[in-house]
């Protein structure tokens, strides 16, 4: 089991920045790549940005150039620096870690973002 607590959501203004956190902790030697997804209200859950154990990562198209996912191997966490923040990046973020045959997921953070 790996266990994933997210911190670092909040209210901001448009144009402004937030720094997520997502510290996982138990079996972490599984994990193979993380990744930061969010959600609207029912609409379906979205792949944000990846980053594997390699340190390849994979970005939405709609942040490219905004947002920036890394990671602290030793610390067993994940970040996502979100810049130049618009108001359709309101949502729910959750942290996700993929082991083999399984995926993990932190409990999320509200990010919302004022006009």
């Known amino acids: 089991q790996v266990q994933m607590v997210e911190s670092g959501g909040g209210l901001v203004q448009a144009g402004g920045s937030l720094r997520l956190s997502c510290a996982a902790s138990?079996?972490?030697?599984?994990?193979?790549?993380m990744a930061w997804y969010r959600q609207v209200s029912a609409k379906e859950r979205e792949l944000v940005a990846r980053?594997?154990?390699?340190?390849?990562?994979y970005y939405v198209d709609s942040v490219k150039g905004r947002f920036t996912i890394s990671r602290d191997s030793a610390k067993n966490t994940v970040y996502l620096q979100m810049n130049s923040l618009k108001p359709e990046d309101t949502a729910v973020y959750y942290c996700?870690?993929?082991?083999?045959?399984?995926?993990?997921w932190g409990q999320g953070t509200q990010v919302t973002v004022s006009s």
């Open positions: 980053i594997s154990s390699g340190d390849s990562t």
């Open positions: 996700n870690a993929d082991c083999p045959f399984v995926m993990y």
């Open positions: 138990g079996n972490t030697g599984c994990i193979y790549a």
